[in-house]
């Protein structure tokens, strides 16, 4: 049996195979020759193709769940050790302005401008910590 990424490339090979042949009898699309033995061939391979992308993605995801669930642990026990407690590590820090007008820019400067009144807002606040 092949492995799953060979087996991916096998029909996407395939695929392609069909749709070129289809092609060089001038059908275009590939829906075009709906009903045929070729059609049929291509879409088969397509579905196979779509399936095994899903089961590898799969087990992708499943491998990574596991690997942080079997570190997760480890990670804890380390922090710990460190002499981190669990509060401190999942506690987000936030951001504080020493002083308001840089706040205030700080929200303008990372939104569009709506109109010329943001505009003016930004230049007096600017102005205003130059001061």
Do not use: W
């Not at 879409?43 to 196979?48: A, F, H, N, P, S």
């Amino acid at each position: 049996m092949r492995s799953g990424t060979t087996l991916l490339v096998a029909l996407r090979n395939e695929r392609e195979e069909c749709k070129n042949q289809i092609y060089d009898r001038g059908f275009y699309p590939v829906v075009a020759t709906k009903g045929t033995d070729l059609y049929k061939r291509y879409e088969d391979t397509k579905c196979r193709l779509s399936s095994i992308t899903q089961k590898l993605y799969r087990q992708r995801f499943d491998r990574a769940v596991r690997d942080f669930h079997d570190s997760v642990d480890m990670i804890k026990i380390a922090r710990q050790l460190n002499g981190n407690t669990t509060t401190e590590i999942l506690t987000i820090s936030t951001v504080e302005f020493e002083i308001r007008a840089r706040g205030t820019i700080a929200g303008i400067l990372f939104k569009p401008f709506k109109n010329d009144q943001a505009r003016i807002k930004l230049i007096y606040t600017l102005a205003r910590l130059c001061r």
